[in-house]
């Protein structure tokens, strides 16, 4: 779900990923953990589907889901504190980004790519990549904002 934007799409992805790991199961070479050599095909196999769509939202960072104004600060430190983060709400957050900003997140925060390979994968600047990520981090921080004050 991280990397699409409906549940069917995650479906088509996960089922094309699994394919994959049973074709070539017997490439494992049993040097690192099997479970980190799963994820990295899962991983490539979203970035996969991500490629192939008609539309290519990796090349801007607009992103008509936030407005992004003078009254949307910063979360503080100190909120942070009294705010218990459960991993479906955030899992929400993200899956509200725009695809450009989604994707750079997903590489960058959860698989660890440094900007200049996530440049290389998505084919967009190195620059572009930490554009996205900085976007994505703000726009993440006003949903999670607004969803705990809601809560409170």
């Known amino acids: ?16 990923g699994f394919i994959k790991i049973f074709d070539k199961l017997e490439a494992f070479d049993y040097k690192g953990s099997f479970e980190g050599w ?7 196999t979203a970035i996969d589907n991500i490629r192939k769509s008609k539309k290519n ?5 607009n992103d008509d889901n936030f407005k ?10 100190e909120d942070l504190e009294f705010i218990a983060i459960k991993a479906e709400l955030a899992l929400e957050a993200i899956s509200q980004l725009s695809p450009a900003y989604k994707a750079v997140f997903n590489l960058y925060v959860m698989e660890r790519y440094t900007h200049k390979e996530i440049g290389e994968i998505l084919g967009v600047s190195e620059g572009t990549s930490k554009s996205n990520l900085s976007k994505a981090k703000m726009n993440l921080q006003r949903v999670l904002k607004e969803k705990f004050m809601n809560i409170k």
């Open 68 to 77: 992004m104004g003078a009254e949307n600060p910063m979360i503080e430190a």
């Open 1 to 16: 779900m991280r990397y699409t934007v409906d549940r069917d799409s995650a479906e088509e992805v996960l089922q094309e």
């Open 38 to 44: 799963m994820r990295r095909i899962m991983s490539n």
């Open 57 to 61: 939202p990796i090349l801007t960072d």
